[in-house]
């Protein structure tokens, strides 16, 4: 799944292309947005803003339409000056809206519809979202609020929940929690707050940074880069993630 950091990145770069211009076409292969697009054509309407939330993607178009995607674990989207060659076939092709100067391409989107304010805002996935890492205004005391009522759960997990706090994907969870010296598996109840608010500050600063330091995350087996010990591995949680961390800098 995309880290919310590359969701941040492309929607930064799309928004930079695509704000301020009309579409000029749209296409999708998606059944629930071309019954939209036939009713209330996007062809003709401006591209407000291109916005992350947490690892959510949203494009605003005039007129109070919103088309809300999500990346799951292997969709991204692609610009592309018009007629330039794409970089995935058309067969992974799920979203394309053009402009005069630029072609935004969505391939193998899984989540995807369309909204206007009221049904965007009645969304599960972003009424529900904990505070964004990557916002302007991050609330990190609400963050730890909600870490907080997770006491009994492994840190990792908790990490990993967009509703606890936005943005932290599975190679930034492992790479936090190593830069923190906290064991994965560490229950909540374990850490003192200023520890939590450590790991806050770490993930929004290397996340802001675009900083991938690869001190465990993919490393199982080999050697830590601070103290020799062999990189351990497991698969953690409901959903099995891949877990890296150092058993001697992050003793349980």
């Known amino acids: 799944m995309p880290e919310g950091d590359t969701i941040y990145r492309a929607a930064r770069t799309m928004h930079a ?24 054509p996007l062809a ?19 007129g109070d339409l919103h088309l809300h995607t999500h990346m799951r674990m292997n969709g991204s989207w692609h ?11 058309r067969r992974d092709m799920r979203i394309v ?3 005069d100067a630029w072609v935004a391409v969505g391939f193998t989107i899984p989540v995807a519809a369309f909204h206007d ?3 965007l805002a009645r969304q599960d996935d972003l009424r529900h979202i904990g505070p964004d890492l990557l916002g302007e205004s991050f609330d990190e005391d609400e963050a730890l609020r909600r870490i907080r009522e997770r006491t009994d759960f492994e840190i990792a997990d908790v990490l990993l929940d967009q509703r606890i706090v936005a943005g932290i994907g599975n190679e930034y969870k492992s790479e936090v929690l190593f830069l923190g010296r906290v064991h994965p598996f560490a229950h909540v109840s374990s850490l003192g707050d200023e520890k939590l608010r450590e790991l806050l500050r770490f993930a929004r600063k290397y996340m802001l940074a675009s900083v991938r330091p690869k001190n465990v995350y993919g490393r199982g087996g080999q050697r830590c880069r601070k103290c020799g010990t062999a990189i351990a591995f497991a698969k953690q949680g409901r959903d099995a993630r891949s877990t890296y961390w150092c058993p001697r800098c992050q003793p349980l």
């Open 17 to 40: 292309a695509l704000a301020g211009r009309v579409v000029t076409r749209f296409e999708s292969v998606l059944p629930q947005l071309a019954r939209v697009d036939d009713q209330s």
């Open 44 to 62: 003709g309407r401006t591209i407000e803003s291109v916005r992350p939330e947490g690892k959510n993607l949203i494009i605003d178009f005039s």
């Open 79 to 89: 610009l592309y000056k018009p007629g330039e060659k794409w970089r995935r076939p």
């Open 97 to 99: 809206i053009e402009t």
């Open 117 to 119: 304010a009221q049904s």
